[in-house]
């Protein structure tokens, strides 16, 4: 069975940093081909990823990850009934909530505990833990609660009031609840599978961790006062990273459905989705410790990939780690590595065959894998991956 699947490989290189920290502060490492690697994990990469999604996609068309589910949902029975008082929006809100998901929504103990104490009135209730929903999901389900408005739990009690609950928050999903997919512990029939799988990122070479020793001068201190006014220390690495993802864009087909509107295509949804995602994944950055370091650069390779069988990771490439040797870096070996290794795999296992390439790369250290595909642009390469996928969707109807 055909399938259409994109991969994205990319090599980066960051200065000093430490974009994604473990409990203790350091950065985080792996050992992969018996050495230490500098890692960034797939969730904080899909995390940034997910941000970027805000500059390249209409609100209506994301999500809201969040165990204070109420107090938002809340806000949008507000907008359809600015009559109901705040205490009432709130039993609205969670009992359909509940309805819709199975999440249990209760006040939390330590914040009850809190407002007690201070005098205050309670809080909202919050889910047990964060619940992903969509904006359209959110706007069906706030018209639910202001329509069962009188006696909300009469009005769930209705087989069909409450099936209509699970459907609102089991269709149309937002882009980045279809890529990324959704768990609700509490109603596995509303789980949705996640059309996009990211890697931990890992630098081709070994590294050490380096320990950054700072002072702060406190500014108003006398002479007879001549020390710090603050001390620490800060862990960092640098490293060229291989990042890898990979996207099932039949899944995410699945997942979005059809265009609602009828002045767009059926698959104009999924180019978007799809084009976002490129376009986020590549240029995103997490931001841990960024002000510190300021490590803000863009990759140096970008390869797409677009295939009709399965995803296919080039991380071997790198399981012996590249040594800088004679201060030349870590790039040039790595894209030399990888313009070697890819072609090897592609035929040793017959998965080369009618598949679309496109790279995008920098410099001349990245020169031997020019022939690995079709050299472009960034923007371009956004835009023809999101028309071919587009095209592959409609032809399969």
Known sequence: MNRTILDLHVLQTVPPSNLNRDDTGSPKTAVYGGVRRARV???????????????????????????RVVELL????????????????????????????GAKIEVPKRKADSAKKKGEEEPAPESSYLLFLSARQLDALAALAVEGKDDIAAFFKDKANKERAKKAADSRHSVDIALFGRMVADGADINVDAAAQVAH?????????ESDYYTAVDDHNTDAEPGAGMIGTVEFNSATLYRYAALDVDLLRRNLGD??????PATEPLRRAVEAFVRGFVESLPSGKINTFGNHTLPDVVIAKLRRTRPVSFVGAFEEAVEAGSGRGHLREAAERLADYIPQVERAFDVGEDVDTWVVRVGEATGKLAGVGRQTTLSELVREVGEEVARRQADAK
Do not use: C, M, Y
């Not at 994990?41 to 165990?67: C, I, M, N, V, Y």
């Not at 507000?78 to 609205?92: A, M, P, V, Y």
């Not at 265009?259 to 767009?264: F, G």
């Open 41 to 67: 994990s797939s969730q904080a990469w899909k995390r940034a990823t997910r941000l970027a999604f805000h500059d390249l996609l209409d609100p209506r068309e994301l999500g809201t990850r969040t165990k």
């Open 74 to 101: 809340s806000g949008r029975i507000h907008e359809l009934d600015s009559g109901l008082d705040e205490k009432t929006r709130w039993n609205l809100a969670a009992e359909t909530v509940k309805t819709a998901t």
């Open 201 to 209: 990122a890992i630098s081709v070479h070994a590294v050490d961790n």
């Open 259 to 264: 265009s609602p509107r009828e002045d767009e």
